[in-house]
């Protein structure tokens, strides 16, 4: 079996340009002598023959993959035969039809697979299990694996949920993918032909629901027309097991039902929630239930009527209950912009637990608690919750995120399965038991729970990568795996993602898997170290470097880095009291120092730069490394990239290795910039020799200015040698030049630049007389997601220029042309030796 992994050529499918639109489920045909290898029946028998079933649209689906992947056209047909058939149904539609079966007892969306019989049977405990079943078959049979096998499974947590944080005016919310798929204009897309293909992927990785509008949601929302509109969104999803469940404004009975109140104890408020409630059932027979933020950055809630959180929740659930609804109720609840750095003992991280914990025996049975999977806000690194640990009597459920807010944005390729990992298979110890978050909490098997599961932000758009570039997609893939098994490893659903997505090259799939596997610890190097966070732009966009916003802001996201000193000290003897939070075991593991685990260092303790880790370096050191590390790290993925040079399609390869080059310089304005602020705030030297020493550059500042003047940049750590150069209008052409000064041979040549958004500034770069290429300031338009208007982190970027012949005495020149607002920001040019990354 193993053999068939080993191919070296593909013979076809590589001409033909591929968007992204259909992700894994592309069933590109197989090699022939790996079809050769198939043996599967000749007919396929969908045991529903109601268009809008899951089984009916199963039994299309398998048509649909066999024929792409093995180029076999099978028919389709309702009724059980005598031939040897692909039977996909429920197992009591099944066995009504008189079939016989092993599939043991199934629970709720499971499924079996039996392909070693004469029929292969793919039998659901529901309908949705049965789909579930078709496209784990055709997940095999896509990679080739031809295997006999038979067994069932079933899911670890009944609640697989997506949540979208889409606009009712069609934004996304930390979304890199273009506009929404469900609503324009304040109400819903009539055309459901993308809902419905996402719908599609959802299921072939088991996602049995979503919620389509932003948390910070719009009263609108549950506008009559609205409403009818919703209804159409959940017919086109229906038929692939996807429940619609909405996220729901708190103060909507006095915004949008002209009430005078939306106390949640409130006569007038309960009748006004009932009503809503039966008006959406109407569109909406079986919606899956409301996601509610409530008193969270800005959002109104019960507090604002000194009713508890429970109370809040009760109402919506008290609503909902008799439709056999749930209600997902948000713990992202802290004291919005009201933390005070100058209290050592304040900590939003604090927060959840301090909020939640006395309500444990307080929120009905259909109420779920939605807990983001670290304490402060999806960062590069985060402890589990706590929270998990103190909500034994109330349903919980994980909240991760695809979309990568703190992440890179989908501008860097992050694949999270590994950082999702250190939360999943965290063990709180509760009481001193075994208590693993993923196997035993999120399961419900610790506390005895029926309700619980997974949440995860996704934010796909209209772009038709769905998340705006090609790789990220298997972070959606992988969530959907996990969240039915925790357990699976990460590496294997990569492999599965990668063969179905790129086919089925050793080489491609090594290489991806490769790049991925070092992605979420190359970016955590260059982004922020030993737990301190992403050290991005806190209070703004959370896009690029910005250490010193993450002090001195209200929001309580803070490092406490001083000139001596760094870290959050939240043990329970000196600090925050944090630690403390966590069941005995686990609090005396992070109250002390020396058991502390490196990677969370600075999330628990306060230490000198000087600090010596567990690896033998001190903590500065090891910023230093790490960035230096990390950017290198990046710099190798548009070389590994390049090596599947015609092994991809076309589309697909030059698409990802704009972006890939793109990280790998962006790469570099994190490490400098990280490195350059932490070097100046302790003034400790790099032992490497590295940090504010470039050799291989030429500051713009130091070339011959013509219609450019000098200038800072805030921060200040944006720039190399912290000034930069910017014409002196917006419309005037004008230049830089530069005469170099290195042994003559071929070098890379970079050029750091500024790409704003509300501007197009034109760029050619010469040498001597000869151009070398020209660029211009659009990234806005090409990365999917807004740059800024600033002169920042965000905006620095840098392009390279491959192997130039240069001799020394050579001169570079860059003509410029600004636009708009883009003064053709210059910072330096960097002339690279093979192998330097600078
Ligand atoms: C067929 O599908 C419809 C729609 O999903 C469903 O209502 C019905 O119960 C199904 N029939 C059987 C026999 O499963
Ligand atoms: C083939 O698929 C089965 C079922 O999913 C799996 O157990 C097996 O590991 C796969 N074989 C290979 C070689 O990946
Ligand atoms: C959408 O509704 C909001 C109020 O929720 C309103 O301010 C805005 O102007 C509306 N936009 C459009 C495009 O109708
Ligand atoms: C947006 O909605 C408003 C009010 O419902 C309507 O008048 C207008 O024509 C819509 N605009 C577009 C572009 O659909
Ligand atoms: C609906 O949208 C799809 C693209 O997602 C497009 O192909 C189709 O033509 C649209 N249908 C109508 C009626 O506009
Ligand atoms: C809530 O309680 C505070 C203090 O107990 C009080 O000042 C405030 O008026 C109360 N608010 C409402 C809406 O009852
Ligand atoms: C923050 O706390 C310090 C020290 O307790 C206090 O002096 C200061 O007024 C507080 N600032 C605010 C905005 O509450
Ligand atoms: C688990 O909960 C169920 C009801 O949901 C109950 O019947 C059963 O006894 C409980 N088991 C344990 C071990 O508490
Ligand atoms: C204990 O906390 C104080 C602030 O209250 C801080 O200045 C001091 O450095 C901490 N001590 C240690 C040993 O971390
Ligand atoms: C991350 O940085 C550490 C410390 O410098 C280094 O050992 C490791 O190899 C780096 N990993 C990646 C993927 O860059
Ligand atoms: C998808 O996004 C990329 C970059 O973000 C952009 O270049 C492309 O035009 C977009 N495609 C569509 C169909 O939106
Ligand atoms: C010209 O650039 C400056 C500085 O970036 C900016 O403030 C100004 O708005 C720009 N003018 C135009 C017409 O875009």
């Given at each position: 079996?193993?053999?068939?992994?080993?191919?070296?050529?593909?013979?076809?499918?590589?001409?033909?340009?591929?968007?992204?639109?259909?992700?894994?489920?592309?069933?590109?045909?197989?090699?022939?002598?790996?079809?050769?290898?198939?043996?599967?029946?000749?007919?396929?028998?969908?045991?529903?023959?109601?268009?809008?079933?899951?089984?009916?649209?199963?039994?299309?689906?398998?048509?649909?993959?066999?024929?792409?992947?093995?180029?076999?056209?099978?028919?389709?047909?309702?009724?059980?035969?005598?031939?040897?058939?692909?039977?996909?149904?429920?197992?009591?539609?099944?066995?009504?039809?008189?079939?016989?079966?092993?599939?043991?007892?199934?629970?709720?969306?499971?499924?079996?697979?039996?392909?070693?019989?004469?029929?292969?049977?793919?039998?659901?405990?529901?309908?949705?299990?049965?789909?579930?079943?078709?496209?784990?078959?055709?997940?095999?049979?896509?990679?080739?694996?031809?295997?006999?096998?038979?067994?069932?499974?079933?899911?670890?947590?009944?609640?697989?949920?997506?949540?979208?944080?889409?606009?009712?005016?069609?934004?996304?919310?930390?979304?890199?993918?273009?506009?929404?798929?469900?609503?324009?204009?304040?109400?819903?897309?009539?055309?459901?032909?993308?809902?419905?293909?996402?719908?599609?992927?959802?299921?072939?990785?088991?996602?049995?629901?979503?919620?389509?509008?932003?948390?910070?949601?719009?009263?609108?929302?549950?506008?009559?027309?609205?409403?009818?509109?919703?209804?159409?969104?959940?017919?086109?999803?229906?038929?692939?097991?996807?429940?619609?469940?909405?996220?729901?404004?708190?103060?909507?009975?006095?915004?949008?039902?002209?009430?005078?109140?939306?106390?949640?104890?409130?006569?007038?408020?309960?009748?006004?929630?009932?009503?809503?409630?039966?008006?959406?059932?109407?569109?909406?027979?079986?919606?899956?239930?409301?996601?509610?933020?409530?008193?969270?950055?800005?959002?109104?809630?019960?507090?604002?009527?000194?009713?508890?959180?429970?109370?809040?929740?009760?109402?919506?659930?008290?609503?909902?209950?008799?439709?056999?609804?749930?209600?997902?109720?948000?713990?992202?609840?802290?004291?919005?912009?009201?933390?005070?750095?100058?209290?050592?003992?304040?900590?939003?991280?604090?927060?959840?637990?301090?909020?939640?914990?006395?309500?444990?025996?307080?929120?009905?049975?259909?109420?779920?608690?939605?807990?983001?999977?670290?304490?402060?806000?999806?960062?590069?690194?985060?402890?589990?919750?706590?929270?998990?640990?103190?909500?034994?009597?109330?349903?919980?459920?994980?909240?991760?995120?695809?979309?990568?807010?703190?992440?890179?944005?989908?501008?860097?390729?992050?694949?999270?399965?590994?950082?999702?990992?250190?939360?999943?298979?965290?063990?709180?110890?509760?009481?001193?038991?075994?208590?693993?978050?993923?196997?035993?909490?999120?399961?419900?098997?610790?506390?005895?729970?029926?309700?619980?599961?997974?949440?995860?932000?996704?934010?796909?758009?209209?772009?038709?990568?769905?998340?705006?570039?090609?790789?990220?997609?298997?972070?959606?893939?992988?969530?959907?795996?996990?969240?039915?098994?925790?357990?699976?490893?990460?590496?294997?659903?990569?492999?599965?993602?990668?063969?179905?997505?790129?086919?089925?090259?050793?080489?491609?799939?090594?290489?991806?898997?490769?790049?991925?596997?070092?992605?979420?610890?190359?970016?955590?190097?260059?982004?922020?170290?030993?737990?301190?966070?992403?050290?991005?732009?806190?209070?703004?966009?959370?896009?690029?470097?910005?250490?010193?916003?993450?002090?001195?802001?209200?929001?309580?996201?803070?490092?406490?880095?001083?000139?001596?000193?760094?870290?959050?000290?939240?043990?329970?003897?000196?600090?925050?009291?944090?630690?403390?939070?966590?069941?005995?075991?686990?609090?005396?593991?992070?109250?002390?120092?020396?058991?502390?685990?490196?990677?969370?260092?600075?999330?628990?303790?306060?230490?000198?730069?000087?600090?010596?880790?567990?690896?033998?370096?001190?903590?500065?050191?090891?910023?230093?490394?790490?960035?230096?590390?990390?950017?290198?790290?990046?710099?190798?993925?548009?070389?590994?990239?390049?090596?599947?040079?015609?092994?991809?399609?076309?589309?697909?390869?030059?698409?990802?290795?704009?972006?890939?080059?793109?990280?790998?310089?962006?790469?570099?304005?994190?490490?400098?910039?990280?490195?350059?602020?932490?070097?100046?705030?302790?003034?400790?030297?790099?032992?490497?020799?590295?940090?504010?020493?470039?050799?291989?550059?030429?500051?713009?500042?130091?070339?011959?200015?013509?219609?450019?003047?000098?200038?800072?940049?805030?921060?200040?750590?944006?720039?190399?040698?912290?000034?930069?150069?910017?014409?002196?209008?917006?419309?005037?052409?004008?230049?830089?030049?530069?005469?170099?000064?290195?042994?003559?041979?071929?070098?890379?040549?970079?050029?750091?630049?500024?790409?704003?958004?509300?501007?197009?500034?034109?760029?050619?770069?010469?040498?001597?007389?000869?151009?070398?290429?020209?660029?211009?300031?659009?990234?806005?338009?090409?990365?999917?997601?807004?740059?800024?208007?600033?002169?920042?982190?965000?905006?620095?970027?840098?392009?390279?220029?491959?192997?130039?012949?240069?001799?020394?005495?050579?001169?570079?020149?860059i003509e410029t042309l600004p636009n708009g607002r883009e003064t053709a920001p210059l910072d330096y040019i960097a002339v690279l030796p093979a192998g330097i990354v600078d």
């Amino acid at each position: 079996m193993r053999g068939i992994w080993f191919l070296t050529t593909l013979s076809f499918g590589l001409v033909a340009a591929e968007d992204g639109l259909n992700a894994w489920l592309r069933y590109a045909r197989l090699p022939d002598n790996i079809i050769r290898q198939a043996e599967i029946p000749s007919n396929i028998v969908s045991l529903n023959s109601t268009e809008t079933s899951p089984v009916y649209v199963a039994g299309l689906e398998l048509q649909k993959g066999i024929n792409g992947a093995l180029g076999k056209t099978l028919d389709v047909t309702h009724k059980s035969n005598k031939r040897s058939s692909i039977v996909v149904g429920t197992v009591d539609a099944f066995t009504a039809a008189g079939g016989k079966t092993n599939a043991p007892e199934l629970e709720e969306d499971g499924f079996w697979l039996d392909t070693k019989g004469k029929t292969v049977q793919i039998l659901g405990q529901n309908e949705r299990g049965a789909l579930y079943g078709a496209f784990e078959y055709l997940s095999m049979l896509a990679q080739g694996n031809f295997t006999k096998v038979a067994y069932a499974t079933n899911p670890s947590a009944s609640i697989r949920w997506v949540n979208q944080w889409d606009n009712m005016d069609g934004t996304i919310e930390r979304g890199y993918a273009g506009l929404s798929i469900f609503f324009k204009n304040n109400t819903t897309i009539a055309n459901t032909t993308r809902v419905a293909e996402y719908a599609r992927l959802l299921a072939s990785i088991r996602i049995n629901g979503i919620v389509a509008n932003n948390v910070n949601a719009n009263p609108i929302t549950l506008s009559d027309e609205n409403m009818a509109g919703l209804g159409k969104i959940a017919d086109a999803m229906r038929p692939w097991g996807v429940r619609l469940g909405l996220s729901l404004n708190f103060a909507s009975p006095q915004t949008l039902g002209g009430l005078s109140t939306f106390d949640p104890l409130d006569k007038s408020v309960i009748t006004w929630w009932n009503d809503q409630t039966a008006k959406l059932y109407k569109h909406i027979p079986d919606m899956a239930g409301y996601l509610v933020k409530a008193n969270s950055e800005g959002q109104p809630g019960p507090l604002t009527y000194n009713r508890t959180l429970a109370e809040g929740a009760n109402l919506f659930a008290k609503a909902i209950k008799p439709y056999g609804g749930i209600v997902m109720f948000r713990a992202f609840v802290y004291d919005y912009q009201n933390l005070n750095e100058s209290n050592w003992k304040d900590d939003r991280a604090n927060a959840a637990v301090d909020h939640f914990r006395h309500l444990d025996d307080e929120f009905d049975d259909n109420i779920v608690v939605q807990v983001k999977y670290g304490p402060i806000d999806f960062q590069a690194r985060e402890p589990a919750s706590p929270l998990f640990a103190h909500l034994r009597n109330t349903a919980s459920a994980i909240e991760l995120q695809v979309t990568q807010e703190y992440l890179g944005q989908q501008c860097h390729l992050a694949y999270l399965a590994p950082l999702w990992k250190t939360i999943l298979d965290f063990d709180l110890r509760v009481d001193g038991e075994k208590s693993v978050i993923g196997e035993d909490v999120l399961s419900g098997k610790r506390f005895n729970k029926t309700l619980s599961g997974y949440a995860a932000v996704v934010n796909v758009g209209q772009n038709t990568t769905w998340l705006g570039t090609h790789l990220a997609m298997s972070n959606l893939y992988a969530y959907g795996r996990i969240a039915w098994d925790p357990t699976v490893d990460e590496v294997v659903i990569l492999q599965d993602w990668t063969r179905l997505t790129y086919g089925l090259n050793r080489k491609v799939l090594d290489t991806i898997t490769d790049m991925s596997m070092q992605s979420w610890e190359a970016y955590e190097n260059y982004t922020g170290n030993l737990g301190v966070q992403t050290l991005t732009d806190i209070t703004y966009n959370h896009y690029g470097p910005n250490p010193q916003s993450m002090d001195n802001n209200p929001w309580g996201q803070w490092t406490r880095a001083d000139s001596d000193s760094i870290g959050m000290d939240r043990t329970v003897w000196n600090g925050t009291g944090f630690s403390g939070q966590y069941p005995s075991e686990v609090a005396a593991q992070f109250e002390s120092i020396e058991t502390t685990p490196d990677d969370l260092l600075l999330w628990f303790h306060h230490v000198p730069y000087t600090h010596i880790l567990k690896s033998g370096k001190t903590v500065i050191q090891h910023f230093y490394d790490a960035h230096y590390d990390g950017a290198e790290t990046a710099a190798s993925f548009p070389k590994k990239w390049t090596s599947l040079k015609g092994l991809i399609d076309k589309q697909r390869f030059e698409e990802m290795l704009f972006r890939l080059e793109y990280q790998a310089g962006h790469a570099i304005v994190w490490r400098d910039s990280i490195v350059q602020f932490y070097n100046n705030v302790s003034g400790i030297p790099d032992a490497a020799g590295r940090v504010g020493h470039h050799p291989w550059r030429v500051e713009a500042e130091d070339m011959t200015l013509h219609g450019y003047r000098v200038t800072g940049v805030n921060p200040f750590q944006a720039a190399s040698g912290f000034q930069i150069v910017q014409t002196t209008d917006n419309s005037t052409a004008a230049s830089v030049q530069t005469k170099l000064d290195y042994p003559s041979g071929r070098y890379d040549l970079a050029v750091a630049y500024y790409d704003l958004y509300e501007g197009e500034a034109k760029y050619e770069l010469f040498l001597n007389d000869r151009s070398l290429g020209s660029w211009v300031g659009d990234l806005e338009h090409k990365l999917g997601y807004t740059l800024t208007r600033g002169i920042d982190g965000h905006s620095a970027t840098r392009v390279t220029f491959k192997d130039v012949r240069i001799r020394k005495g050579d001169v570079v020149r860059i003509e410029t042309l600004p636009n708009g607002r883009e003064t053709a920001p210059l910072d330096y040019i960097a002339v690279l030796p093979a192998g330097i990354v600078d």
